[in-house]
């Protein structure tokens, strides 16, 4: 008689009831993943259970390399070629530093 009043009581106050949670779409059990094992390709490793083949390294094909010097580079920076390179907004253009010999011999023969 004891016990049937516990459980009357019980059922009537809210605050001893146990509250319901909502149903919630089934999800997957979480699968634990085992230990794998790094190696590298073409090993008997690779061919284990379990095991991960890492991959190629970065080959670096896409890389910046350095200009090599050329004769050209050299000449120009020494200064030994009468131009230089004029940065415009339409472009980049030669400038002559010394008029060029053969355009004005042309321009005098037609004068004279």
């Not at 993943?33 to 073409?42: A, I, R, Y």
């Not at 390399?65 to 004769?71: G, V």
Request: glycine share 4%; net charge positive.
């Amino acid at each position: 008689m004891v016990a049937e009043k516990q459980t009357l009581s019980l059922n009537k106050c809210p605050d001893k009831m146990q509250k319901r949670t909502k149903l919630l779409a089934q999800q997957p059990l979480p699968v634990h993943q085992p230990h794998s094992l790094v190696s590298e390709g073409f090993t008997v490793k690779a061919m284990m259970k379990n095991s991960v083949v890492r991959g190629p390294p970065a080959a670096g094909a896409f890389k910046e390399r350095p200009t090599k010097p050329t004769a050209f580079r050299k000449f120009y920076e020494r200064g030994d070629f009468p131009i230089a390179l004029e940065h415009d907004s339409k472009g980049n253009k030669i400038a002559w530093k010394v008029r060029p010999r053969h355009s004005c011999d042309s321009q005098l023969r037609l004068l004279k």
